[in-house]
């Protein structure tokens, strides 16, 4: 399977502490992304990182990719009960000639107000 | 901001019965959606990619002719679970393209089929 892992797969953190989640993958990419899902929805795009890039901020989000270790991280700072969902990281491969995306196994994060 | 309405949100069918679920790309042309299926707790799984115009390309282990793939214009694609049993029963969800190779994806919210 190229389905890339996460870790931990699931995280319970008190408000205003800091979560981090970890992504591994597979193949050569040309961005990896990060999606957020609330229970029983639809996945909201939060952040893109280009294959060329280290590390990249929106907010309270910080991405890192590691394209030789072939991992990622996201980070969420001063965690809100409202940031109580799951994380997926998907990445876009260059063997892929449309936007095909393939999802990693998710972490689930609970933030306890 | 790019919206993706997904229809119906629940269904419950029959076994034996087909269920139509319907994507839309609401303010954008989508050439290319995508349909996945998400088992409790567990990640996306790719089952399709929807071409406007032309055949949709499973990804392996996909049977085409249980479910069913029609992107007949650009701001919609629709899924159909032909014949469907209590093992189809899932949460699938679409997500459609918009601007250059690459860009995220815009999800719908997604479709709790239950087959009984």
């Known amino acids: 399977s190229q389905q890339g892992e996460e870790d931990p797969q699931a995280l319970s953190i008190q408000e205003g502490e800091n979560a981090t989640m970890n992504c591994s993958y597979k193949t050569s990419i040309n961005n990896l992304q990060w999606y957020r899902q609330n229970s029983g929805r639809g996945l909201v795009h939060l952040i893109l990182i280009r294959s060329n890039e280290r590390e990249k901020h929106s907010g309270r989000l910080r991405v890192t990719l590691d394209t030789s270790k072939k991992s990622s991280s996201l980070l969420i700072t001063a965690s809100r009960a409202a940031d109580t969902a799951s994380y997926f990281c998907a990445t876009a491969s260059i063997s892929y000639n449309t936007d095909k995306l393939i999802f990693g196994t998710g972490t689930r994060l609970q933030v306890f107000p | 901001g790019a919206v993706v309405s997904q229809h119906p949100s629940r269904v419950i069918c029959k076994s034996g019965t087909s269920v139509k679920i319907e994507c839309r790309s609401l303010?954008?042309?989508?050439?290319?959606m995508f349909w996945y299926r998400q088992f409790p707790k567990q990640s996306l799984m790719l089952m399709a990619t929807s071409n406007e115009g032309s055949k949709a390309t499973y990804e392996q282990g996909v049977e085409k002719d249980k479910f069913l793939i029609n992107h007949a214009s650009l701001t919609l694609s629709t899924l159909t679970v032909t014949s469907a049993h209590p093992e189809d029963s899932s949460f699938y969800i679409c997500s459609a393209a918009q601007g250059a190779k690459n860009s995220p994806l815009h999800f719908g919210n997604g479709t709790r089929l239950t087959v009984t």
């Open positions: 303010d954008f042309q989508a050439t290319t």
